[in-house]
C-alpha cells in the first residue's frame, strides 16, 4: 500500500486487486531513480512506478520465494534470495551477475555505496564487489544470519547470529573486532546510535553494547521476544 503520511489516505496499491497467490514478506526497497523494489513469496522481485503504483518490470529467474528486503545502490537492485542466490539487477531489471552462498540468504545485505556485506544462513558474512559480484572476502560468524548487519563511520560492521552473539567485523578485510554474547539468537539486525549498539534475542533481551569495545552496557529483560 502506499499512503499519504499526513492523513494516511490510500493513493494506490499492489496488486490493485487482491491476489491470494501473491504475498509480501519483507519491505520494498526504494532506488535513487524513483523505482520501488519488491519481492514475492512467488519467487519474483517487481519493480514499481511510486507515483501510481504501475509495475515497472518484474524478475522471474530466481528459484524460491523472497523473503529479505532488496538493497540498492543508486538506481542498482540487488535481491537475496532463499534459492542461495543474490541477483543484481540493473534499473530495466537486467541481471547483471549473480552471487552464491551455500545456503539460503534470508537478509537485507549491507553496503557502503561500493560493496555488499551478505549475511548468510550459512554462517558466512560475504563481502561482494557491488560492480561485478566478485568476492572480496568471507568470515565464518559461527551462527546463522537472518537479520541485516548495520555498517557505521568507522568502518565496523555489526551482525547479530543464531549463536547468541553480536559480532563486530572489519569491513575492510572480515577480522573479526570483538564479539559480545547474548542469552539466545540474535534474529532482527542490530542498530547502532551515539556509539552504542542495541540488539535484541529470542528470549526478550535488549543489550546495549559499547560500539568500539564490545563492552555490555546494559540489558534489560522484556516479557516477549526481539525480532
Given at each position: 500500500y502506499?499512503?499519504?503520511?499526513?492523513?494516511?489516505?490510500?493513493?494506490?496499491?499492489?496488486?490493485?486487486e487482491r491476489d491470494n497467490a501473491?504475498?509480501?514478506?519483507?519491505?520494498?526497497q526504494l532506488t535513487e531513480?524513483?523505482?520501488?523494489?519488491?519481492?514475492?513469496?512467488?519467487?519474483?522481485?517487481?519493480?514499481l512506478n511510486t507515483a501510481n503504483g504501475s509495475l515497472n518490470w518484474s524478475f522471474d529467474v530466481a528459484g524460491n520465494r523472497y523473503v529479505a528486503s532488496p538493497q540498492s545502490i543508486g538506481s542498482s537492485v540487488y535481491a537475496p534470495n532463499t534459492d542461495r542466490s543474490l541477483y543484481a539487477?540493473?534499473?530495466?531489471?537486467?541481471?547483471?551477475?549473480?552471487?552464491?552462498s551455500a545456503e539460503a540468504l534470508w537478509a537485507q545485505p549491507a553496503t557502503d555505496g561500493e560493496t555488499l556485506f551478505v549475511p548468510s544462513m550459512d554462517h558466512?558474512?560475504?563481502?561482494?564487489?557491488?560492480?561485478?559480484?566478485?568476492l572480496l572476502w568471507e568470515q565464518d560468524l559461527g551462527g546463522t544470519m537472518v537479520g541485516r548487519p548495520v555498517l557505521d563511520d568507522s568502518g565496523?560492521?555489526?551482525?547479530?547470529?543464531f549463536g547468541a552473539e553480536v559480532v563486530a567485523v572489519n569491513s575492510s578485510n572480515g577480522r573479526v573486532a570483538w564479539r559480545s554474547a547474548t542469552n539466545d539468537w540474535v534474529w532482527g539486525g542490530p542498530t547502532i546510535a551515539d556509539g552504542v549498539?542495541?540488539?535484541?534475542?529470542?528470549s526478550g533481551s535488549l543489550f546495549a553494547f559499547?560500539?568500539?569495545?564490545?563492552?555490555?552496557?546494559?540489558?534489560?529483560?522484556a516479557d516477549g521476544a526481539g525480532t
Open positions: 502506499a499512503l499519504q503520511a499526513e492523513n494516511g489516505v490510500e493513493r494506490w496499491r499492489f496488486p490493485a501473491l504475498t509480501f514478506y519483507s519491505a520494498p531513480d524513483g523505482q520501488l523494489a519488491a519481492g514475492g513469496y512467488n519467487n519474483v522481485l517487481y519493480s539487477l540493473n534499473s530495466a531489471g537486467e541481471l547483471q551477475w549473480t552471487f552464491g558466512i558474512l560475504y563481502a561482494v564487489d557491488a560492480a561485478n559480484g566478485n565496523l560492521l555489526y551482525v547479530g547470529t549498539v542495541y540488539a535484541a534475542d529470542l559499547d560500539a568500539e569495545s564490545g563492552n555490555e552496557l546494559w540489558r534489560l529483560e
